[in-house]
């Protein structure tokens, strides 16, 4: 059974950081690009950030480019999301997602879901 769980949400003053982690088991991490979502209430999901296997190619919503950072460690079949500067826009529920390509990721899609965690930014 595949499982992808979020850790490290919580609520932070605008110009703060918070790192996101997913731990995942049940997956065979190093056949899987990784990505981030991120839901606020009452819009839509979307696409925040996503990292090949080789860590060779990464992109990100223009939202988030230069603010947040994601990375993995194959050996621990987990992937971060380093957030920093954030702003009272970012708040939302951040899922990360499993996908054969990172192309479907920025299509709004991926194989496997995480549950989310609660990011909340105050102004």
């Known amino acids: 059974q595949v499982q992808l769980v979020e850790s490290g949400g919580g609520t932070v003053q605008a110009g703060g950081s918070l790192r996101l982690s997913c731990a995942t088991s049940?997956?065979?991490?190093?056949?899987?690009?990784m990505g981030w979502f991120r839901q606020a209430a009452g819009k839509e999901r979307e696409f925040v950030a996503a990292?090949?296997?080789?860590?060779?190619?990464?992109e990100y919503a223009d939202s988030v480019k230069g603010r947040f950072t994601i990375s993995r460690d194959n050996a621990k079949n987990t992937v971060y999301l380093q957030m920093n500067s954030l702003k009272p826009e970012d708040t939302g529920v951040y899922s990360c997602?499993?996908?054969?390509?990172?192309?479907?990721?920025?299509?709004?899609?991926?194989?496997?879901w995480g549950k989310g965690t609660q990011v909340t930014v105050s102004s």
């Open positions: 997602a499993a996908s054969a390509l990172i192309a479907i990721m920025r299509g709004g899609t991926a194989r496997y």
């Open positions: 990292m090949t296997v080789s860590m060779g190619t990464t």
């Open positions: 049940g997956l065979a991490f190093t056949s899987y690009p």
